[in-house]
């Protein structure tokens, strides 16, 4: 596809379970970004990849939430034992080569609700 | 730790007011970028500024770095309800890759 695709769009889950959350960033895009954004807030930043080096996790809430990309491509982030604060929008980000200097462009989301 | 201050958090206007954000960082920036995020969307890139003391403009939108690389603003001129949404400033600090978002600037104009 054209952009960063994000499933899925709505998620809905008890609280306590786990849930996986996918993106797909743009072809050929090296540099993938992870955000939370709770309702009327800004973005928190979760997790960086850069091509093949270390993911930059610094961002993560909680051992509770992880995240990989296989394959330097799709990416996924897991949050397990889910709680009602976890709610919010999660928006992936990609660019094209090195982050510096490149422009993010992003998913429309996933919207996740924690009962 | 790695910071982007954006201020002010929230302006409400009349419409054809103008309209002002501002970006500081407490370390020199690569470059910086801003983006707009529309009520129920995602944010889209707007622009990027790399030199010091760039000026470029989109239309009514006039973006700044200034001379230290340091801080940044972007000015609305004669605000339309269409420019309703969050501005996020974003930088590069110290030669780092990562993009460091700042927490935006909510937009409101009243008709």
């Known amino acids: 596809g054209a952009g960063v695709s994000q499933s899925p769009s709505n998620k809905v889950t008890e609280k306590g379970k786990d849930v996986e959350l996918r993106c797909d960033p743009i072809?050929?895009?090296?540099?993938l970004y992870w955000y939370r954004q709770s309702l009327g807030q800004g973005l928190e930043f979760l997790i960086y990849f850069q091509g093949n080096s270390a993911p930059d996790k610094s961002g993560l809430p909680s051992d509770r939430f992880s995240a990989e990309r296989t394959g330097g491509s799709v990416s996924t982030l897991t949050i397990q034992r889910t709680q009602q604060e976890d709610s919010a929008v999660y928006l992936c980000?990609?660019?094209?080569?090195?982050?510096?200097?490149?422009?993010?462009?992003f998913g429309d989301g996933t919207r996740l609700s924690i009962l | 730790g790695q910071q982007v201050m954006q201020i002010p958090q929230y302006q409400h206007v009349q419409e054809g007011e103008d309209f002002t954000t501002y970006c500081n960082s407490s370390t020199t920036l690569s470059n910086i970028q801003w983006y707009k995020q529309r009520p129920g969307g995602h944010p889209v890139f707007l622009i990027q500024?790399?030199?010091?003391?760039e000026v470029k403009k989109q239309k009514r939108l006039t973006f700044q770095f200034g001379e230290a690389k340091k801080n940044s603003s972007l000015h609305i001129t004669a605000t339309q309800t269409t420019d309703v949404g969050t501005y996020f400033c974003a930088g590069n600090q110290g030669g780092s890759e990562k993009l460091v978002f700042g927490k935006g600037t909510k937009l409101t104009v009243n008709p």
């Open positions: 980000a990609s660019s094209q080569h090195r982050g510096d200097n490149q422009p993010q462009h």
């Open positions: 500024l790399v030199k010091s003391g």
């Open positions: 072809s050929g895009h090296t540099a």
